[in-house]
């Protein structure tokens, strides 16, 4: 016998001491119950399985019981049944729940079943140990993979081979994949596994065969238990699907990234004429690259490759410049920023944070795709594996608004800002944020302050933008993102973010520094906005075009003078789409044309 084993029969024995010395006297009479049964387990937590455990019993002799249920200490813990008379022969039954007499459940451990037999003055423990588990089993995926290295498993591998899933589960476990980006997540895939399974393969494909679309997938295991109990892992909610708890990474190591192509490019601004370095993951794949200016079609160089290190020279033309890698299984594109070889007037900083902090891609390999809007730390210098946000819609039309109409404007990254790659804000006169710019590290929010304050025009076109602040540490991740505050990085309010249906048009409210001029004064359709509703202690409101149908009439466009500087906002979504080609709307033209003079001067 086992020490545990002779630990718990010496547990029983005292248990049975107990009860018997507490009636009175011991006595052996093996006759004086007949076919007592108890079950081996119960687990009281309402699943529908093992919640109570039946028993039963038949005395030989007529008798009135008490039945009662004792821990390992011999200790009772409830009375199950106190009857008056049973009779010789009849079944007795009985029930326990797995709580104590105040109604708590009991602790996990070992239970018996003792009967009293008042009449006799006798006390019997009667049946097998009862078990009571309220614990459920903890199912995990250890690693994925033949190395169980850090990060997701990346498909497809080499040789069309399946990705091995390491599984730590009980019994016969329930393997399911589910998407987790891009879009809302949801099951592609369930199997039922045999019993003592510790690796499963997956070919990434769904439930019917067909191969699952490239981006983040999850593989959670579950399992029951002796008692019936379930475990998964991660949690899921009553949907099925997981539970995500905001700055929480999933447990396990259970990440699958599908990928048909992704391009690594740096985060900070190259030099002219230099040689950038891009990495390029097509999964062993040719690929072709094209490299072009933001907003123009034709490209300035291209290529056919296989090497995972891309070796581009870039113009000597400052600017934003596009790279774009082109496989069989897909294509993405992204920005590569080149600084002006001339000094300019005007910074353009493009928030890189911003775009890592929305880009669906897992980096700790959990499956769940790290993004500052979770709480989740980010790396800022990673793959982007789909469409850059914002980039196309937003900074590349307004940047090549400022090519066409050649304004010359030197670009960084609000990553080359913080770390101090570059020049510095105080060498121009005007900062411009082409689009969202929803987190940056607090010394970069001061510094933008600051700016303005001494006598810089910052404009910004971001929306719900320098309200957020994240800290860029030494080994490029992006941490600790905070919640909004409840003002920008220059001390003003803005309302939540409007959805307008149908559009609603601007109207000039007021212009003392003739922000306006030029236009008619009218904007119109625009379905995305926010609203001023307080500029701030410091600053006072010197233009603004209101809407139709204001919330705060406050303005929407609007200027405030901070310190020496000013502050102009542009929370519009779809303004720089009215700046492209010949659908340009004249109205928005002018409004930009004099942005760029106080912006320059």
Known sequence: MSRAAGFVFAAFALATLGGLVAAGRLIRAPNAVDGARTPARVSPNADGRLDVAPATLRLARPDAVRISVLDARGDEVRVLDARAALAAGALGRFAWDGRTASGAIAPDGAYRVRVVLRREGRSLVVGAPIRLDTTPPRPLVDWIGPYGTRGPEILP?????????????????????FAMA?????????????????????NGTDSRGRPVAPGSYLVGVATRDRAGKLGTSPALGRDGLPLTTYGTRLPGQGGITVRAIAVQPPSTPVA??????????????????????????????????SSPQLRVRVPAGGGLYELTARSRAGVATVPIPVRARER???????????????????????????????????????????PVADLARRDEPLLAWLDRTRRAYDVTTDVALTRGAGPRLERYTGVLVPSDARWLPHATLIALRRFAQDGGTVASFGLDSLRREVALGSDGVLADPSPPAPTDAFGAALSPVLRRSPPVSLVEASDQIQLFAGTTGAFAGFGTLQELTSTGAGARLVAAAVSER???????????????????????????TRLAGRAADPQVVALMERTWTLLSH
């Not at 081979?161 to 994949?177: F, Q, T, Y």
């Not at 879009?183 to 997956?202: K, N, Q, Y």
């Not at 910074?347 to 980096?363: C, E, F, K, S």
């Open 157 to 177: 591998l080499p040789g069309g081979r399946a990705a091995e899933v390491h599984l730590r589960a009980d019994r016969a476990p329930v393997v399911r994949v």
């Open 182 to 202: 891009p879009g809302a997540s949801r099951l592609v895939l369930e199997r039922r596994l045999a019993t003592g399974t510790t690796m499963w393969r997956w």
């Open 272 to 305: 002219p004429g230099s040689v950038a370095v891009v990495g390029v993951d097509a999964r062993r794949r040719a690929y072709a690259w094209s490299l072009r200016r933001a907003g123009v079609a034709k490209p300035l160089a291209r290529g056919r490759t």
């Open 344 to 386: 300019r007037a005007v910074l353009v900083v493009l928030p890189v944070m911003t775009w890592q902090g929305r880009n669906p891609v897992d980096d700790d390999g959990d499956g769940l795709p790290n993004l500052l809007d979770r709480g989740l730390p980010a790396r800022a210098d990673r793959v982007y594996a789909g």
């Open 550 to 576: 204001p919330q705060t009439g406050r303005g929407v466009i609007s200027a405030t003078r901070l310190g020496k500087g000013l502050v102009l906002r542009f929370p519009l979504p779809e303004l720089p």
